[in-house]
């Protein structure tokens, strides 16, 4: 046999013996393209896990940012309602102090305008157009006093109370059920909303076994 023939029958064997390897290498890189595959799923689904855990957190923050800030704007909320209330309460005490002494003299006027309506009725003179003027000016000064905050003391009941009323006179009573009863009211009371500028004067019955 001729050197040609045996290089081509080595060619051959040559050629042979590489088919087997090269099913081998591709066979090879289809299990790792498999291996590929199969495995980025559980990345994919890791990463997803990844950010949805990153998201909660984030998510957890901002509601605590959230949280905190409605907190913070509800004390101050409260703070700035309780100094509004203060600054109010000591606008009206200022208000008070500065108008008290003209309150008291417009109240006094009232007294003697009504002192002079019951004299004129006790010695028996009664002279319309005078009472008609007495009472168009008391009630022209309660007006006054009235748009002012200054009101009259109604009392609740005929029971005397000594936050509004003042006792200038006592009829004693041996009846136990008249103890304390306002019979008489002597002079009106005046308050400014809720402060008492002048106490009710009246006249009760105190029981004495």
Do not use: W
Not at 80 to 104: A, C
Request: proline fraction near 5%; charged fraction near 30%; glycine fraction near 2%.
């Amino acid at each position: 046999m001729g050197p040609r023939k045996e290089n081509h029958r080595f060619f051959e064997q040559s050629n042979h013996l590489s088919l087997p390897e090269s099913r081998f290498g591709l066979a090879r890189r289809e299990n790792a393209i498999r291996e590929v595959k199969e495995t980025r799923p559980d990345r994919q689904h890791q990463q997803v896990l990844s950010m949805l855990s990153s998201l909660q957190q984030n998510f957890a923050s901002l509601l605590q940012v959230v949280t905190n800030r409605l907190s913070y704007d509800k004390t101050k909320e409260v703070a700035f309602d309780r100094l509004y209330k203060e600054m109010e309460e000591l606008k009206q005490d200022q208000e008070l102090n500065q108008l008290r002494p003209l309150y008291i003299d417009l109240i006094l006027l009232i007294d003697r305008m009504n002192n002079i309506y019951n004299d004129k009725l006790e010695v028996g003179e009664k002279n319309p157009e005078l009472v008609n003027i007495l009472q168009t000016l008391s009630h022209e000064v309660l007006e006054i006093l009235y748009r002012r905050g200054v009101e009259l003391i109604v009392a609740p009941s005929n029971k005397f109370d000594p936050r509004i009323q003042q006792v200038v006179e006592v009829i004693p009573t041996k009846n136990p059920a008249e103890d304390n009863l306002v019979v008489h009211m002597v002079r009106h009371g005046f308050k400014y909303k809720e402060v008492v500028l002048r106490p009710e004067e009246v006249v009760v019955k105190k029981y004495h076994p």
